[in-house]
Structures are given as C-alpha cells and as structure tokens.
C-alpha cells in the first residue's frame, strides 16, 4: 500500500510500486492445467518450445550479423533471452527478470563491442518479439500493480538506451514503438485476467446463492411437514388420551391396576402433545412463545425411566445428591434429552433389555451415563423393518455440542450399548433452546 501521508513523497511512491516486481503471484500452475484435455494442457509447452525453434536462431544471426556480436556470444545471449519463455507458461515474472536482464545486458554489449551498424536500437527485433510473447503470460498471471511496474521498468531503460546511442549508428530508434507495444498488450492481458476473475468470483456467488436457496427451500418444505404432521399425530393422541381416561368410566367392572395403567397411558399422551405443541411453536415463530414453557431436566428423569419401564424396559436411575438444585436448566435440559433418546433406543432396538442410568458430578462437569445389556432373548428390532437414519445420535451430539461437551457412543462386548456424555457445569445459558435442525 502507498502511504499517502504529507511526509512520503513520490519517491517513496515509486518505490512501493517497484516493489511488487519481487513479489510474484503465489499462483503457480501452469496455464490451462485445469483442462481435461491432455492436449490442452501440454499446449502453453508447445507455443513456447515453437517460438524458441523460430526465435533462437534468427537471433543468433540478428546479433552476429546485424550488430556485430562475436558468435559464441550472440548464441548464449539469444538462449538467455529465449529460453526462459518455457519458464513463463508458470512463472511469468520470474521468466520477465532473465529475459529482461538479459535484453539490457545484450544492449549494453552491443553498444559498447558492437560493430554492426545496421540494426534498430535499443531492441532488436527478434528480442523484441520474444518480449512481447512474455508479456501475454505475465498479464494473464500477475495483479495490475504489477504490470505498471513493470512496463515502467521498461519504458525507463529503453529510454535510457535510447539516448545512451550517439549519432547515426543505427538504422531506426524503435523505443517509442516498444513502449506502445508493451503497454497495448500488459492492458489487453490485465483485462482479460480481471474480467476472467470477476465471472469466476460470479459464478461462485451464483452457485453460493443457489445452495442457499435449495437449503432454505428445504426447511420451508420440513416446517410445513412437520406441521401437517403435527395435526394428524395430535389427533391420534388426542384420541388416545381422552379413551384412555374415559375407559374406566365406559367398561364396567375395570381392576384397579387396569384404571390406573388407562390413566398412566392418558397421562403419557398428554405430555406427548405437550411436546409436539412446543416443537410446533418453534417451527412456526422464529420468536417461539414455546421456549417460555418450563422445560425438563435432571428433576423429572425419575418419571422418564418410569414410564420407560411401563413400556417394558426395566430402569434404573441413580442420581447424587444435590444435583437436582445445581445442576444449569440448560445443562439439565440436554442431560435429559439425551438419556430420553438413550432409553427410546433402548426400546426400539434391544426390548425387555435391563437399563441403567447414571447422572454425576465430576467437578466442573456433569457425567451422563446410560447403559443397556443385551436383550433377554433374541428379539427383532422393532425397527428392523425400515432403514434405520441415525437422527437419534445426531440429536444426541446437536444436544451435547450446545453445551461444550462430549459425547461418546459404541457397543459393548456383551451385546449392549453406552452413551456417555460429559456436559461442563460452568456454561453461562440459562435459557435454554430446543435445536431446531
């Protein structure tokens, strides 16, 4: 960056500007690598290596014949200044330094041990093309900052070889025609680059916005699912529900252990429609009044394993005292969650299994265990049937992650399974939120 500021002045501007010629683009790949065309590819190699076979010997004789150059001489002087074109097709600035250095060293030769006296001057005209086909590579490579400086640099020593020649020597001074040249392809090159880089950064940002409007396409799509859902489950529930607290009333002569399992399994339907009314909520409000509910935690993970054991999955819990009142409701709240998805695992895949669920403190952590053996007989999975998507550990790892935690799932020798998360005590969110995705 050129400072601006009252105490640099243009040397120290033209000397910021100098400075990117030692600092060549990080992009090193040849040109057209990209291609899946084999001879795409190796095409920039065939251009060079064909204007090296024209310009070498025409340059050898153009410096012997022309100018007066001893012959060995001429010949490494017009390899210096051909050759590195190979170089250009992946280093252009690097190639521009050699052929460059090796143009004004040529000229500083001719001008000094120079006999001839039928040339152009300051460039001859093989040098001069061979430069010009640089410039194609390192204006398609290099930043604008670049390129002015570059053609600064040349348009300052051809000037100054320029006036360095006294009298009629030479046949035509072709600096101008050189400076026009130079300038007329590093424009046309360092446009083509810049309009080639804004269509790529273009088509990103189109493909960007595509991404993100097929993703918000879909959650509109799994919102409205889920809230069709919703009202076909509700109403299955709601049947439920009121069947279940009017059986003992409707059947005569019903048992006690029959009235109170018809009024446990009520009391469970409500607490499922409860549930979906929450999740509901907060898939139709990014400002969900569900998230003002009371939410679960460690305190009614004794009714959860009750109920799983109503469903035929005996449970243990053990929890330490005083974890109760100190453990943070959204700490509390993911704890249950995930020993809810632990147990519901529990019940589909490996039923009648005895479970064990254990919840304590490891200083400023909370150690969430549950724990299943192997199912009392070989039973089927009761979602043996379907695919199976693996939403349940991913939930588990969502509810784990809000938290700064870890979670760690597998299963054991004896044909069970473990879920044990570690939930830091110290989190600093006391309202806590159900993930949405």
Known sequence: MIDSSPGS??????????????????????????????????????????????????????????????????GALAVAQTAPLLLAVSRPLAAWWMIGGTGLLAALLVLTTGTGTAGLWPWTATGLVGYLLLMVPLSLREPRRTLIAVWLVTAGWSAALSLAATGSRYTGDNVLLVIALTGAVLVLGGALRE????????????????????????????????????????HHMSVIAVQAASAPYRIPDVPADAAEEFTAIAGTARESLAEMRRLLGVLRSEESGGEKAPQ?????????????????????????????????????????RIVQEALANVVRHAPGAQAWVSLSSDGPALLVTVVNGPPPERTESLEASAEGTGHGLVGMRERVRLVDGRLDTGPLPDGGFKVAAVLPLGTSDNTPREPTA
Not at 20 to 34: G, K
Not at 43 to 52: F, G, K, R, S
Request: hydrophobic share 45%.
């Open 9 to 74: 002045g243009p040397l120290d501007a033209a000397r910021a500007l100098l400075s990117t010629l030692v600092r060549p683009s990080t992009d090193h790949t040849p040109f057209l690598a990209q291609s899946s065309r084999p001879w795409v590819r190796h095409l920039p190699y065939v251009l060079a290596v064909a204007a090296i076979s024209s310009l070498l010997p025409s340059g050898i004789n153009v410096m012997a014949n022309d100018y007066g150059i001893n012959g060995g001489l001429a």
């Open 195 to 234: 309009s080639a880089e804004a269509r790529r950064l273009l088509s990103e940002q189109a493909q960007i916005s595509e991404v993100e409007r097929e993703r918000r396409t879909l959650l509109e799509e799994r919102a409205r699912i889920a809230r069709e859902l919703h009202d076909v489950v509700a």
């Open 296 to 336: 679960p935690g460690v305190g009614q993970l004794a009714q959860l394993v009750e109920t799983v054991g109503r469903a035929g999955v005996p449970a243990e819990l053990t929890v330490d005292d005083g974890l109760v009142e100190t453990v943070p409701q959204a700490v509390g709240l993911s704890a249950y």
